[in-house]
């Protein structure tokens, strides 16, 4: 069983290395972007809530436990993989990343339109799991602040809310710049 999760995790690593998780998922264009309401493709759907698994695994290339604190704003790209609970249906065709605000005033959530990517490390030989990776790009919200992330995915008709248990802390400005306070200078 732990040679499956080792086997599992190479595979991952593998698509990295390999560029299959683009910063910009192959099927964006201009009209695929992030928006503060509901995607048209998903504008009526019915949102029901559980009966999904959705773990994110990636954040511009590295593990989610190196990328929870990002800069505001800027672009960034999500891995994971996603399906509905029961493994007798078919992994739902549309995958949206939701970021919703953890303060309770009022932010509407953003969305980021995904692509789905084949995913056999999690299919478990089951062809109709074979698609459950999915990839999204795009702008990170533009509010420093604590931001759950969530994944809906369905169809046109019903969407699955999931939550990654993920939480990302966007700050005001790049790590890169953060300006940190001298370290103190021993004398002997």
């Known amino acids: ?31 695929a972007t992030a928006t503060f309401s509901r995607p048209a493709e998903i ?20 593990s989610i436990r190196q990328s929870r604190t990002l800069p505001v704003g800027t672009r960034a790209s ?41 995913r056999p490390d999690h299919a478990e030989g089951n062809p109709l799991l074979a698609n459950n990776g999915w990839s999204a790009a795009g702008d990170l919200p533009r509010n420093p ?18 939550d990654t248990h993920e939480v990302l802390d966007l700050n005001a400005q790049p790590s890169s710049t953060l300006i940190l306070p001298p370290a103190p200078h021993k004398h002997p």
């Open 1 to 31: 069983m732990r040679s499956k999760y080792f086997l599992a995790t190479c595979m991952t690593m593998a698509c990295i290395a390999a560029g299959c998780h683009p910063d910009e998922p192959p099927h964006s264009s201009a009209s």
């Open 43 to 62: 504008a009526h759907a019915r949102l029901v809530s559980g009966s999904a698994i959705c773990p994110l695994e990636i954040i511009n290339g590295n």
């Open 78 to 118: 999500f891995v994971g993989w996603s399906r509905v609970a029961d493994q007798h249906q078919p992994v739902p065709p549309l995958v949206h990343v939701v970021f919703r605000s953890t303060v309770p005033d009022g932010s509407p959530d953003l969305f980021w339109p995904g692509v789905r990517v084949a």
């Open 145 to 162: 602040g604590k931001y759950k992330v969530l994944v809906w995915v369905g169809d046109a008709t019903t969407q699955r809310e999931c």
